[in-house]
Structure formats: structure tokens, C-alpha cells
């Protein structure tokens, strides 16, 4: 079974940053980023194909998470940027041996939970205003 371990995550003030990391057992075919708060779904937040990279952001994260990947450390990381109390959450890495993507909102992505087999125990991230 695959492991994924989360670290990271913390508290701080919005416009702050963090830089989530996470370790995977093995090569994984695609790893991810993906948030949850208690009451909502769990929203995918940001996506990396490991071989050719790339990449797919929810609209909330462009421009503010950067997802990116040391292959040989099997490692995900998920530099996130003028934080809001928004993005308060659960956050939990995601990875999967074989990955297809998802006709979703008009478009093809890697954002959807279903396409991941494999879950971290997740980071808490809190946002202070």
C-alpha cells in the first residue's frame, strides 16, 4: 500500500505563506493537493502529472500556490502564497499509480478526488485575519 506523509502546514496571518510538503512511498504516475473543510466536499487544489509535469489549479489557487516535485525524493510540494482566511483547511496530498483526467467544468483536469487512490492524514492550515 502506498504511504503519503504531510508536513508543513501551521498557522498564519492572511498574506502570509506556507509550503506544504509531502513524501510518497513510491513513484507515483500523479500526485496532488486537495482541501477540506468540515460540512463542504473535498476541493482539489492543485495537480501534477510526475512525468512531463503538468500541472492544474483550481481557480482560488492561480496566481497564489505553486505545485511542484522533487521525483527523485518522490516528494509534492505546494508553495502557497498571500494566504487567506479562505484557505483554511484540511489539506490533504493525493497520489495515484495510473491517473485519468476528468471532464470537469467544461474542461479536462486532474482536480477531481475520484482519480486519486492513495491519501495522506492531511495538514491543518489556518488563516488568521
Known amino acids: 500500500q502506498v504511504q503519503l506523509v504531510e508536513s508543513g502546514g501551521g498557522s498564519v496571518q492572511a498574506g502570509g505563506s506556507l509550503n506544504l510538503s509531502c513524501v510518497a512511498s513510491e513513484q507515483l504516475y500523479c500526485m496532488g493537493w486537495f482541501r477540506h473543510v468540515a460540512g463542504e466536499e473535498r476541493e482539489g487544489v492543485a495537480a501534477?502529472?510526475?512525468?512531463?509535469?503538468?500541472?492544474y489549479y483550481t481557480d482560488s489557487a492561480k496566481g497564489r500556490f505553486t505545485i511542484s516535485l522533487d521525483n527523485a525524493l518522490n516528494m509534492v510540494y505546494l508553495q502557497m502564497n498571500n494566504l487567506k482566511p479562505a484557505d483554511t483547511a484540511m489539506y490533504y496530498c493525493a497520489g495515484s499509480r495510473s491517473c485519468q483526467l476528468r471532464f470537469q467544468n467544461g474542461t479536462w483536469s486532474l482536480l477531481d478526488r475520484t482519480i486519486f487512490a492513495d491519501w495522506g492524514q492531511g495538514t491543518q492550515v489556518t488563516v488568521s485575519s
Open positions: 501534477i502529472f510526475t512525468l512531463g509535469g503538468n500541472r
